[in-house]
């Protein structure tokens, strides 16, 4: 059997197909937010978020609602706290995350502790299974990332004024505060929705990477941009038949691969191109 063939066969089986849907629409998802997550230096915001949404997907489990309804309220709220105690607060946003971060996985895991067979379903949140995704978690993806295409393609411009300086953008005449706790809410909701892809410790690093591998080879946005989506594509069907044929985490090996290929990356610029 060669390739074609076999990759043929592979797409006949439902759950590998909406593995490869489910896969391909987050990758383009989560590259585009990449973008404004590494030019404003989100990234411990990110992981915050990604963190906090435990809490949220654990009560929902446990109360016999829908995780990724209630883990996408949960992260939203906190998301959005984090801004509000450090732009009100006069607190550093790493502190900030910090604390509640701290707060999130702790009452997330006490929690989870009241469900029968918690220690499976604890790994299958903290790593995640791309596996698992259903025809519902596709519908639902593909309407947010609509959403959220439409609005970054109307609001491109003044969200990349605000990445880049925020002061700046307010004195001219843009509401900073929609667009900065807009921007809090969307990532927190892509957060939830990548956890069956790679988990809650994982969805970080995939909304970090790709732009930070694409920062190495350009410096024009446009550039990153579309450098960032085309790499993510490859990396997430790279890792996805790669687990499958290998019986490996499928989260975890696509963001092995991406961090393979950043190092490549990196150690070729500094070394051949002698940045």
């Known amino acids: 059997m ?19 849907i489910g896969g391909v629409l987050l990758s383009l998802l ?25 809490g949220g997907l654990a009560i929902g489990f446990v109360a016999g ?19 509000y105690i450090s732009k ?3 607190i550093h946003e790493d502190i900030s995350i910090g604390i509640l971060l701290s707060m999130s996985m702790a009452l997330g895991v006490i929690v989870i502790t009241f469900a029968p067979n ?6 299958a949140f903290l790593f995640g299974n791309i596996l698992t995704i259903t025809d519902e978690d596709i519908y639902i993806l593909l309407l947010f990332s ?24 307010y004195i001219s005449g843009i509401n900073t505060n929609f667009y ?43 550039k990153i941009l579309i450098s960032s989506v085309i790499i993510s594509l490859i990396m997430v069907l790279l890792g996805i038949f790669v687990s499958f044929e290998y019986n490996l985490p499928s989260g975890a090996t696509i963001v092995l691969i991406y961090s393979i290929v950043f190092f490549i990356v990196f150690i070729f610029r500094k070394i051949v191109i002698k940045d």
């Not at 918690?118 to 790994?123: A, E, G, H, I, R």
């Not at 969805?203 to 790709?210: R, V």
């Open 2 to 20: 060669d390739f074609k063939e076999e990759v043929m066969e592979l797409l006949d089986i439902s759950f590998i197909r909406n593995a490869i």
């Open 30 to 54: 989560l590259s585009v937010l990449s973008l404004f997550i590494v030019i404003k230096k989100w990234s411990f915001i990110n992981i915050g978020i990604s963190h906090a949404a435990f």
């Open 65 to 83: 609602i829908s995780p990724s309804l209630t883990g996408s309220l949960f992260a939203v709220f906190i998301g959005l706290l984090i801004g």
């Open 88 to 90: 009100k607060g006069n």
């Open 118 to 123: 918690y220690n499976s379903d604890l790994f």
């Open 146 to 169: 609509i959403f959220t295409f439409i609005f970054l393609w109307l609001s491109f411009k003044k969200i990349l004024y605000c990445c880049f300086d925020e002061e700046l953008a």
């Open 180 to 222: 900065y706790y807009m921007m809090i809410t969307i990532l927190a909701i892509a957060t939830v929705l990548s956890i069956k892809l790679v988990g809650t410790i994982l969805s970080s690093a995939m909304m970090i990477l790709p732009a930070a591998v694409s920062s190495q080879i350009f410096w024009h946005y446009k």
